[in-house]
Each structure stands twice: as structure tokens, then as C-alpha cells.
């Protein structure tokens, strides 16, 4: 376990019963070559991704959580305020700090919408609505029956990191599991392909691609991402090793906030010239499920998976229950 000295233990939501209902837990490395500001903001949006931090839940106030951290109330502050810049918290003046809801936003009209203007077209083709009542369910029931050849697609702005996902989904599934960045993924998407996006995408999703079925992927929570993991030692050296920056950039700042100095972490990228250089000198190579498939023969690579366990069975259980 980190000494106490490295982590702010947080608790964080509304009192029932006389006690909090939730506990996040917090590592800062101060002395870092990342602002300890940013280590705190990453690992509170790591904790609204994965939900560890659910939708609506007011997070400490600034001034009891600098306390608590012992850092300076500003760096919290400007923590707090670059999440809502970007749309994940809510700042409510005189009330605190509120998690938005991350479900996925519903497409222009909702499901009544599209199928309010199904019917009108229908009906200007003459068709009357209980023949078009019969025709859609129909079509619903063959839809259902083909439920176990439905395939999914994974989309994200970083290319790489939509294939990370697609691969460790692709292990928990039995259907097909295609990758493809925002620019492409138009014309990838069929009518029976469900999409799956991650939280920050979601809307972008929507608004853009405007998919029949959408799911918004559960991340691993940073207790679950470094669970058995021991504190850095003097001189343990590490190499993270992805081809994706987004993944790359993460790792830093979760590798510092766990007390890796930066100079003790080797960032690879299979992409570039002389990536394997220096691997085998690293106490600890870790990499993500597709980049271990890329590392030489004769080291074995501690491999992280970023989706949470219980959204692929959720995945698993819809496409047995051909509701995919």
C-alpha cells in the first residue's frame, strides 16, 4: 500500500443513514515532473469515467479537500474549474461541485421522433398505420433473430485507442468488433451495428454519427487499474508501451501521481523508430492488450486493460439475449 504521506484518502456524496456514500481515493506525488493540479484532475475524471464517482454526486468542497490532500486551495480550485470547462462537473454557487450525468444524450426527438416520422412517411405512400404497425414488427423479429451476428464498433477521435477497446471487447464477445476514429466512422455503421463510445465522445456520437443502437463504455477505476500494485522502489524502472498518445499521456500522469519519477518511465510507441530500445533493462514493461502483441519474444509484459469487468459482461449478456 502507498504510504499516507503520497495519498489524500477522500470521501465524497451526500450523508444518508450518518455516513458518506462514497470513497475515492486519491495518489498525488508532489516534487513531480507533472503539476500536482493536473495529477488531481486526471485521476477525478479517471473516477467520473468509471463511474466511482457516479452521476449527480457532489464532490468535497474545495477548501476540505485541499485539507485533506494538504495542498494549496487554488490547485484544487483549478482542478475543479478545468473539469467544468470541459463538461464534466457542474458548479453551482453556494451549493458545490455536482458530477454531470454521463448517459448517453438522446438523438433529436428520441425514439418516438424517428418513429413518429417512419409513420408519416408511411402514410404518404399510401400505407395505413396498422400496416406499417405489422411491417415494423415484423422486421423487429427478424432483427431479433439475427441478434447473434450483430457487430459492434468502436469509435474514438485517437484511432489506436478505439482499437485497444475494440480488442479487449472482442475477447468478451462472439460477435465481430471493428475500431474507426470520428472522421471514418460514418459509413462503417450499418443499421444493426451497435456503437460504443466512451463517455467523453458520447455526444459527439450522437450529434454526428447518429447511430440506431449506442453504448457508452465503463472504464476501470483507479483502484481497480493498480490493484496489486506495490509502491515504486528506489531505481524500479517501468516502460509503458502503446501505440496510442492518449493511453501514453494517461500513464504519465497516473505512473507520477504513484511516485514514478518521470525520468524512471520509458514511454514506447511502436510506431517509432527505435521503440524496443531500452526495454529489456525495465523492471516492469507494461502494455496495452494489443501493444504486447508487438513486444520482442522473451518479455512478458504486465498487460492493463482499461474497460470495466462488469460492462463486458453487460455486453456479453445482451448479445446472448439477442437485445444487441
Given at each position: 500500500m502507498i504510504s499516507a504521506s503520497r495519498f489524500g484518502q477522500v470521501q465524497s456524496g451526500q450523508r444518508a443513514g450518518g455516513r458518506l456514500r462514497h470513497m475515492i481515493r486519491l495518489w498525488l506525488a508532489r516534487d513531480k515532473t507533472i503539476p500536482v493540479r493536473e495529477q488531481l484532475g486526471a485521476q477525478l475524471?479517471?473516477?467520473?469515467?468509471?463511474?466511482?464517482?457516479?452521476?449527480?454526486?457532489?464532490?468535497?468542497?474545495?477548501?476540505?479537500?485541499?485539507?485533506?490532500?494538504k495542498v494549496h486551495a487554488n490547485t484544487v480550485s483549478a482542478a475543479y474549474q478545468d473539469l467544468a470547462e470541459r463538461g464534466w462537473v457542474l458548479m453551482k454557487r453556494g451549493s458545490g461541485v455536482f458530477v454531470r450525468d454521463l448517459e448517453m444524450p438522446p438523438a433529436d426527438g428520441g425514439p418516438e421522433g424517428l418513429v413518429r416520422a417512419w409513420i408519416e412517411e408511411g402514410l404518404q405512400h399510401g400505407f395505413t398505420v396498422d400496416v406499417i404497425e405489422a411491417a415494423v414488427a415484423k422486421v423487429a423479429r427478424e432483427i431479433r433473430g439475427q441478434a447473434a451476428t450483430r457487430s459492434f464498433l468502436v469509435v474514438h477521435p485517437d484511432?489506436?485507442?478505439?482499437?485497444?477497446l475494440a480488442a479487449e471487447t472482442e475477447e468478451a464477445v462472439p460477435c465481430p468488433v471493428a475500431s474507426v476514429d470520428f472522421e471514418?466512422?460514418?459509413?462503417?455503421?450499418?443499421?444493426?451495428?451497435?456503437?460504443?463510445?466512451?463517455?467523453?465522445?458520447?455526444?459527439?456520437?450522437?450529434?454526428?454519427?447518429?447511430?440506431?443502437?449506442?453504448?457508452?463504455?465503463?472504464?476501470?477505476?483507479?483502484?481497480?487499474?493498480?490493484?496489486?500494485?506495490?509502491?515504486?522502489?528506489?531505481?524500479?524502472?517501468?516502460?509503458?508501451?502503446?501505440r496510442s498518445k492518449s493511453i501514453l499521456q494517461w500513464s504519465a500522469t497516473l505512473l507520477a501521481s504513484l511516485g514514478f519519477p518521470g525520468m524512471d518511465v520509458l514511454e514506447r510507441n511502436p510506431e517509432e523508430p527505435g521503440w524496443q530500445d531500452g526495454l529489456a533493462a525495465c523492471d516492469i514493461v507494461a502494455a496495452d492488450i494489443k501493444a504486447a502483441r508487438e513486444l520482442p519474444k522473451g518479455l512478458r509484459p504486465t498487460i492493463f486493460r482499461i474497460i470495466a469487468d462488469d460492462f463486458l459482461e453487460e455486453l456479453r449478456g445482451l448479445v446472448t439475449a439477442g437485445k444487441v
Open positions: 475524471l479517471y473516477g467520473i469515467l468509471s463511474r466511482r464517482i457516479p452521476p449527480g454526486e457532489r464532490l468535497p468542497s474545495v477548501r476540505d479537500l485541499a485539507r485533506r490532500l484511432r489506436e485507442l478505439a482499437g485497444v471514418h466512422a460514418a459509413k462503417e455503421i450499418a443499421f444493426d451495428t451497435c456503437v460504443l463510445v466512451t463517455a467523453a465522445c458520447a455526444s459527439q456520437a450522437v450529434k454526428e454519427l447518429q447511430p440506431s443502437y449506442c453504448r457508452v463504455i465503463r472504464l476501470r477505476s483507479m483502484e481497480d487499474a493498480i490493484a496489486g500494485q506495490h509502491p515504486p522502489t528506489s531505481g524500479l524502472l517501468i516502460a509503458v508501451v502503446s
